[in-house]
């Protein structure tokens, strides 16, 4: 039984921080890539962050490069997001993700197993 359970969200102010959780189990142990997705109000669900975890290899989106940090702890079985400097324009809910579909990049959103997405607030 795969499960992806997010937390850590919040409202904050602008140029403030936050750092998102994702508790992982069951087939999400051998996926090689998990990543972070976003959606606002209105808009489609879009690539944050991705991590590739046999090269240990991360990626952002051009709209977070420099602002936030994706980063894998395997013995808590926990993705994280650490978010700082945030801006009102980052304001959505944030689901973190694991196990691309075959042929799909780590920003595309085909991924096999979803959480159920945590609400990040910036004013």
């Known amino acids: 039984h795969v499960q992806l359970v997010e937390s850590g969200g919040g409202s904050v102010q602008a140029g403030g921080s936050l750092r998102l959780s994702c508790a992982f189990s069951?087939?999400?142990?051998?996926?090689?890539?998990m990543g972070w997705f976003r959606q606002a109000p209105g808009k489609g669900r879009e690539g944050v962050a991705g991590?590739?975890?046999?090269?240990?290899?991360?990626h952002y989106a051009d709209s977070v490069e420099g602002r936030f940090t994706i980063a894998l702890d395997n013995a808590k079985s926990t993705l994280y997001l650490q978010m700082t400097s945030l801006k009102p324009e980052d304001t959505a809910i944030y689901y973190c993700?694991?196990?691309?579909?075959?042929?799909?990049?780590?920003?595309?959103?085909?991924?096999?197993?979803w959480g159920q997405g945590t609400q990040v607030t910036v004013s």
């Open positions: 993700a694991a196990d691309p579909k075959f042929g799909s990049n780590w920003y595309d959103v085909s991924y096999n197993y």
């Open positions: 069951g087939y999400t142990y051998s996926a090689h890539c």
């Open positions: 991590l590739y975890r046999v090269t240990n290899s991360s």
